[in-house]
């Protein structure tokens, strides 16, 4: 199970006698009308943006005219999506100390981006990871692999994102019904279509920004409220929850979810690489960096980035402590066996409970919050896999020599098609997933961008020698490792969770790819290199390591 993942139990599955379902039926119309306030304030940034400028690099980088601060809150948008805000704070209801872990392990991702990618693909890129290999590379090889594992990454991410809205939306509007989940998704992917084809990423950076702080206000405010009941001590908020968890003081130690098994630690050694690393391989977070000006402005953007997301995640622990000691973890996992409404629950509690004006109006607000964090976080994953399918895959790879190189223009025009029909596929697709358990998806979008994306990424921009065919034999190597593993892995056959629990033909005993791909992908591409009989151009390498330390000749 990952913090970003959503699952399709429905809220009216509560017991009576605790909190129940959040949303009664006589306040559903304030939901809806936050809900079409979230919707109207986002197509008007999308419009009144979208007036402003049409050449590629306002559709794909957004003018290069952000400041560190502003990417910087975009950045954190990107990354805290609402799966996490609402998957994170249920996994620490559910499993303490454990579940505190995730938090640990998603800061520390940044870490990692801070010291080797933000100022690097700042300087050696233009618009997406293709371009960072293509510097010293043959161009048409180099980009097929990149840009076929981009858009495989975003394309799972955003299933699993555009799967989780249709279940939440629709729950808080007060109906558990497919059709309804279905319709939401259609919705959704709407949007998300009109966000990117009208605003590209100027839109797109503008709407991550006003989500990011509804997002932290949110935060901000249910952590205060869980503080100021407990008197700010934190002593007495940690034992309240041991003891509304169930287990006793063992809530508060490790091993209550990752410690049954070798099999369960390994699985959690598996998630962690997978979500440490693959944040430095997402494509939506790596063409984040070409939105400012400089190498340096990335830089200190990605600082700006990791304050708030470290404060976020403190901010998730009293959050998770907190929907155990005031709602207790049964009626959470009552609710959702992910824990993934113990946000809502929480929210409802300190607003006063089922029924009371208080209560149903913060539960609302924090609802409407997590809508606007899906829809900017769907529109930034579909930007991100259509730029990669128009300026990677059908400008550079598919393009035939012989015939005239593409403008920009019509990049552009191939970049918005491509959003629709991205945006198209993954709503058919979701629309088959709604009653399947999205946990998989979202963890091999990690295990796939830390198998593919970031040995590449890494060997190019570090070793001298890196040859064009290491770079494929990497990215292949990882991608393709990953997506075999998951296929006969428990979350696809048998287990009672995983997505055709009728049948058996899992081999794999992990549920994350990550332990074995993500050391394939490193492997591959060493050996891809020393197994050729092709030898870096030195010159290349040269000029590259001076642009990425220096950004002498960056776009």
């Known amino acids: 199970m990952t913090p970003t993942a959503f699952t399709t139990a429905p809220l009216a599955a509560l017991p009576a006698a605790r909190p129940p379902a959040p949303a009664p039926d006589q306040h559903h119309a304030l939901a809806v009308v936050l809900f079409a306030l979230v919707v109207v304030v986002t197509l008007a940034i999308t419009l009144w943006v979208g007036r402003r400028g049409q050449a590629a690099e306002d559709f794909y980088a957004g003018g290069r005219d952000f400041g560190p601060l502003q990417n910087g809150i975009a950045l954190s948008g990107d990354y805290l999506s609402a799966a996490s805000f609402l998957g994170v704070t249920g996994l620490i209801a559910l499993y303490g100390y454990d579940g505190m872990l995730y938090s640990i392990g998603f800061l520390v991702a940044w870490l990692v981006v801070l010291m080797w990618v933000a100022e690097l693909v700042r300087n050696t890129g233009r618009y997406t990871l293709a371009d960072v290999l293509a510097t010293r590379m043959r161009h048409r090889p180099v980009r097929a692999a990149a840009g076929s594992a981009s858009v495989v990454v975003t394309l799972l991410y955003l299933i699993a994102q555009m799967v989780g809205a249709g279940s939440l ?87 209550l979810k990752y410690g049954a098994s070798v099999t369960s630690r390994l699985d959690f050694v598996s998630l962690g690489l997978a979500l440490v690393l693959g944040t430095g391989g997402l494509p939506h977070i790596l063409s984040r960096f070409y939105t400012v000006p400089t190498a340096r402005a990335a830089r200190r953007s990605t600082i700006w980035a990791i304050g708030l997301v470290g404060t976020f995640y403190l901010m998730t622990i009293v959050l998770g402590l907190g929907a155990t000691a005031l709602v207790g973890s049964k009626a959470v996992k009552t609710a959702n066996s992910a824990g993934n409404t113990a946000v809502p629950l929480l929210a409802l509690h300190l607003g006063g409970g089922e029924g009371s004006t208080g209560g149903t109006l913060l539960f609302a607000v924090i609802s409407a919050t997590a809508f606007a964090t899906i829809l900017a976080v769907v529109a930034g994953l579909t930007l991100a896999s259509s730029v990669s399918f128009a300026h990677d895959l059908y400008a550079q790879a598919f393009r035939r020599a012989d015939r005239p190189p593409v403008t920009e223009r019509q990049e552009v025009v191939v970049a918005r098609l491509a959003a629709v029909v991205i945006g198209g596929l993954a709503i058919v697709l979701s629309l088959f997933a709604q009653r399947l358990n999205v946990a998989f998806l979202v963890s091999l979008a990690f295990a796939v961008a830390a198998s593919a994306n970031l040995p590449t990424l890494l060997y190019n921009l570090f070793w001298r020698r890196f040859t064009t065919r290491g770079a494929c034999w990497a990215t292949y190597g990882g991608l393709v490792p990953a997506l075999v593993l998951v296929l006969f892995s428990p979350v696809v056959s048998g287990s009672k969770t995983a997505m055709f629990p009728g049948v058996d033909f899992h081999w794999f005993p992990l549920e994350n790819p990550g332990l074995i791909s993500i050391p394939l992908g490193f492997l591959l591409g060493w050996v891809g290199t020393v197994s050729g009989e092709e030898r870096a151009d030195p010159d290349k390498f040269a000029e590259l390591e001076v642009r990425s330390l220096t950004g002498a000749g960056a776009v």
């Open 169 to 255: 939306v629709a729950l808080l509007l007060g109906t558990t019904s497919v059709a309804a989940n279905g319709w939401t998704i259609v919705a959704v992917g709407a949007l998300m279509i009109i966000y990117v084809t009208v605003g590209g990423m100027r839109a797109t950076t503008w709407i991550q920004i006003v989500k990011a702080v509804l997002l932290m206000t949110g935060a901000v405010l249910l952590t205060v409220l869980v503080l100021v009941h407990y008197q700010g001590n934190l002593a007495e908020l940690m034992h309240a929850a041991a003891r509304g968890s169930g287990a006793g003081e063992r809530y508060l130690e490790p091993g």
